[in-house]
């Protein structure tokens, strides 16, 4: 009932026709903004899930790591004994270390990867081999993947190398200062592809075979940086973590993709909810378009007011009616706004048409992707403003008719 009179209120001509106008400003205020709230957080969902998906595929599922030491032992039984924990794919261990990677007068500092051949059954970083391919040779013959802005910097060209790049990494059992090349040890290997998947891993890391990597850091047989393990697809990480650390003890630090990237995780929900705040902050001054056409509805509607107190309506209802046409108002530019982003978004997913400047990144427009909880989110805050939007006029409804005595 209370919808049904502002919803006559709404369609009604008004004494003054200021009243319709600032009535469907607020409408429209509302539907920009709204619009704005759901295009502004589905961007941000694009560029969350693009930016996940690259972590996912350069990071494992699972990682194994010493929890006090830089390196951990593990034996071949111990190794053997992973496959049989469930949930476990597979596993691929890892020697990581700092390197200097010259070639002539080129030279730059990047993050070492020996990998065995199980990597890249545990990473999916084939697929953004740019050049070349993913080779890494053997102990005695070394090839090396770059990361394309290492590639970049040392001037190297791997799909034309016809000279090896000069490598040096730590000599452990050195005994001279850090700054003379005696407490490095170099070797030679031939770069082989390059790889693009972000700037922060392009410019910082390069791949070579496990075992050269470990005889150039002087680590044992069965000595290793880390472990990365792939898990089955129908597996609960958490679940696979916890059976990892029953079966190889509290020495270790077993930490699961999010555990890994714990910060960009939390800077990624820390800047979605400031944009949602600061855009709910517009729609609130938006709302304040509202306040004014209430206020202008109850001066209009005064003797109309009065007839309904005579048929014995009180002042909740008053208050109920007007409440309802300051929440009529807010939905119908909540629906208006909510219709008008769903149709940019899935236009923007279909055809593209509003491009990335700048070419960098891995794609080259705008990434959109809509989610439930952003809708709902939404609609709940409309609700709320509106409400409180609407209280104070619907108040000033409600004792409108003894202002009318007097």
Same mark, same amino acid.
């Given at each position: ?74 034996? =071949?039984?111990?190794?053997? *004994?992973?496959?049989?924990?469930? @949930? !476990?794919? $597979? ?5 990581? #270390?700092? &390197? ?37 040779? =053997?102990?005695?013959?070394? *090839?090396?993947?770059?990361?394309? @802005? !290492?590639? $970049? ?5 791997? #799909?034309? &190398? ?245």
């Amino acid at each position: 009932m209370n919808f049904l009179f502002a919803w006559r209120y709404f369609k009604s001509k008004k004494t003054t026709n200021a009243i319709n106008i600032i009535a469907w400003v607020s409408v429209i205020a509302i539907a920009v903004v709204t619009a704005a709230i759901i295009i502004v957080l589905s961007v941000f969902n694009g560029f969350e899930g693009l930016v996940k998906g690259l972590y996912s595929d350069f990071y494992a599922d699972i990682k194994i790591s010493s929890a006090q030491a830089k390196t951990v032992h593990l034996s =071949n039984e111990k190794l053997a *004994q992973l496959k049989q924990v469930k @949930g !476990v794919a $597979n596993y691929s261990c890892i020697a990581e #270390e700092k &390197a200097v990677v010259l070639n002539d007068n080129y030279q730059s500092i990047v993050v070492l990867k020996g990998v065995d051949d199980n990597y890249t059954t545990v990473s999916n970083i084939n697929k953004y081999i740019r050049r070349g391919k993913f080779a890494t040779g =053997n102990a005695d013959h070394p *090839q090396i993947i770059l990361g394309a @802005g !290492v590639e $970049n910097a040392v001037n190297a060209d791997v #799909e034309h &190398a016809v000279s090896p790049l000069l490598l040096y990494l730590p000599n452990k059992k050195s005994t001279v200062a850090v700054t003379s090349l005696e407490s490095f040890n170099s070797a030679t290997a031939m770069p082989t592809g390059s790889f693009l998947v972000q700037q922060e891993f392009d410019n910082k890391y390069a791949f070579s075979n496990l075992d050269f990597v470990k005889y150039m850091l002087d680590m044992s047989v069965d000595e290793f940086t880390a472990v990365e393990v792939k898990i089955n697809s129908s597996a609960k990480p958490n679940d696979v973590k916890e059976a990892l650390i029953k079966q190889l003890g509290n020495n270790f630090k077993v930490e699961t993709r999010y555990e890994q990237n714990r910060s960009l995780y939390k800077i990624m929900q820390v800047e979605k909810w400031f944009i949602y705040a600061l855009l709910s902050l517009i729609m609130l001054v938006a709302a304040f378009n509202i306040v004014g056409a209430l206020t202008m509805l109850v001066l209009d509607k005064k003797k109309d007011i009065h007839i309904l107190k005579a048929m014995g309506a009180n002042n909740n209802v008053i208050q109920k009616i007007f409440l309802s046409e300051g929440v009529l108002l807010a939905g119908i530019g909540g629906l208006i706004g909510i219709t008008l982003a769903t149709i940019i978004c899935v236009i923007q997913q279909k055809f593209h048409l509003i491009k990335l400047q700048g070419g960098t990144f891995i794609i080259d427009y705008y990434p959109v992707q809509m989610q439930p909880i952003d809708f709902l989110l939404t609609i709940i805050t409309i609700a709320i403003i509106a409400i409180m939007a609407s209280w104070i006029p619907s108040r000033k409804a409600a004792t409108a008719i003894e202002t009318l005595k007097s």
